[in-house]
């Protein structure tokens, strides 16, 4: 059930708002990255326009649907952790705003320049910025707050994909005409003439592909955002897993007893005074292990034994008892982790899948079936509007001769492979980065030519994403928390969703009637 506890009409408004918002975010989102996955059906003449973006859309809405969920908490894992613990605070409330409206200006100022720029990389650098703020605001050190050992590996696969993209795309082209002896299929398509049928098949598979993956991945963010909001105003309802069924609510009391004995042991004597505080330290990038590491760990597992003892479900805690569990839960399983990776760790045992850590993160890390649902139509029907200023980018401005249906086949295979390992590896990559880098590949392979002015539009949208979102979620949080600490938070928060959810409705009815005057028509520099 949606709503499990009473709000206040305060509550209710920033509930509506914020989800608002979410789901704005991952409106924008399909018709900003996912018209990277239709441009070379598009230009192949593979597909009709209409029906590309139609079919890209639903395959969109089947990947959030069917996909994994690790991206959303690998995303969560990036902010504050006094922020995540106190998301329902006023400052918690403002991290969320400045996400989500950083976000959203940046992918929309992207997408009207026509410019394939990255929402991972957006939302990425807006974390950055609320942490350092967060950080600086509350007299601790510049990047204290930032967990700089996820951003590294988040990093790295964000870095790492556009140059997978380039240099498999290319050497997948070479390939190809290296081995298939076929001269159709390396030359520009005839005039509205669809390609050779098994051709068809792999470009409309591919766009499948890419399209269900892409769902997956950047459907997850949404995910992760959502579910920040919900449990910071319904943390009865959204706070713990509350499916969890009275089995594995004894076998975690059971491994928090028998973890305990572990701890205490290691402990050699020392205390925790506070041990949150202490396991908050201990997980940040420059925690360092210490005796009261351990000491704080096994107080915490008792807290956890003691909170599920006798219990049969979770329905018999009160609103604050499931809000403390959660922390606890949250802080012992990030801890658990950290824990698992140290050289020569005795602990590594219960960072193993199945493990403790497991055990502690299926209380935390689920996503509501009408989550996953509202991200998936979100983004589905993102998919079907206003994408033909990226599918023009991307067909016609990154190379100087037109999409061949190798390149456009080479491109897809390797952005749909990519995309779909860092799925699987509850990794965050850009499929703009990936699918309009591999384009790139295969027109530098093919010697066709590649326009520097595209190339250097595509490149300053890049390097400036990050600095330019870390900016503006700074500027965002900053001003959030002064409206917090001044108290008019509620009425400004709630003025400034109403003028949002007014543009955006605008936006939307001028995008359809754009849509509707071009009739779906084939995408063409004139057109344009």
């Not at 399983?333 to 502690?360: H, I, N, R, T, Y």
């Not at 206003?386 to 390149?407: C, F, N, P, S």
């Not at 860092?422 to 990936?434: C, E, F, K, W």
Request: hydrophobic fraction near 50%; charged fraction near 15%; aromatic fraction near 8%.
């Amino acid at each position: 059930m949606l709503l499990a506890q009473t709000l206040t009409t305060g509550s209710m408004l920033f509930l509506i708002i914020a989800i608002g918002m979410a789901l704005a975010f991952e409106f924008v989102n399909g018709f900003h990255d996912t018209a990277n996955a239709v441009a070379t059906v598009i230009y192949t003449h593979t597909l009709k326009p209409w029906v590309a973006v139609i079919w890209s859309g639903l395959c969109n809405l089947t990947g959030v649907m069917f996909g994994g969920t690790a991206i959303a908490f690998t995303i969560v894992a990036l902010l504050p952790v006094d922020l995540v613990l106190n998301v329902g605070s006023g400052a918690g409330f403002a991290m969320v705003f400045a996400l989500l409206l950083s976000a959203i200006l940046w992918n929309l100022g992207t997408w009207y320049l026509g410019l394939p720029a990255s929402s991972s990389h957006t939302l990425v650098g807006s974390i950055l910025g609320v942490g350092l703020a967060n950080a600086l605001m509350n007299g601790r050190g510049f990047g204290e707050g930032v967990n700089w050992e996820q951003v590294v590996k988040v990093f790295k696969s964000l870095l790492a994909s556009p140059i997978f993209g380039f240099v498999l795309a290319g050497g997948l082209l070479l390939l190809a005409k290296r081995f298939i002896k076929l001269p159709a299929l390396f030359k520009a398509p005839p005039k509205d003439a669809p390609p050779p049928f098994w051709i068809r098949c792999i470009l409309i598979l591919t766009c499948t592909g890419v399209s269900f993956f892409h769902g997956s991945n950047d459907g997850a963010k949404g995910m992760g955002l959502m579910l920040l909001i919900l449990i910071g105003i319904l943390p009865a309802t959204y706070a713990l897993n509350m499916g969890s069924n009275s089995q594995a609510l004894r076998d975690l009391e059971a491994s928090a007893n028998s973890t305990r004995t572990r701890f205490v042991a290691s402990a050699s004597g020392a205390v925790s005074a506070d041990p949150l505080a202490d396991l908050s330290s201990y997980i940040k990038s420059d925690g360092k292990l210490t005796n009261q590491t351990f000491a704080a760990m096994a107080e915490v597992d008792g807290k956890i034994a003691a909170a599920l003892g006798g219990r049969d479900s979770l329905e018999s805690l009160s609103t604050d008892q499931r809000r403390e569990l959660r922390s606890a839960i949250y802080l012992q399983g990030e801890a658990v982790g950290k824990l698992g990776k140290a050289k020569d760790s005795k602990f590594d045992d219960l960072a193993k899948k199945g493990a403790f850590k497991d055990q502690l993160q299926s209380f935390t890390q689920h996503v509501p079936t009408w989550v996953k649902i509202a991200v998936a139509l979100a983004l589905g029907l993102g998919t079907m509007i206003g994408w033909k200023r990226i599918v023009m980018t991307v067909g016609e401005k990154i190379g100087k001769d037109h999409l061949t249906y190798a390149q456009g086949a080479s491109a897809e295979i390797v952005a749909m492979l990519t995309i779909g390992a860092a799925d699987y590896l509850g990794l965050p990559v850009s499929t703009t980065h990936v699918l309009s880098s591999g384009v790139a590949g295969t027109m530098a392979a093919n010697k066709s030519g590649l326009q520097v002015a595209t190339l250097r539009n595509l490149l300053l949208a890049w390097v400036l994403t990050l600095p330019v979102c870390v900016i503006l979620g700074a500027g965002t949080f900053a001003a959030g928390l002064y409206l917090v600490l001044h108290q008019l938070v509620t009425h400004t928060v709630i003025f400034v969703g109403i003028l949002l959810l007014i543009a955006g409705a605008l936006l939307f009815r001028r995008v359809i009637a754009t849509r509707s005057k071009a009739g779906f028509e084939p995408v063409t520099a004139d057109a344009m």
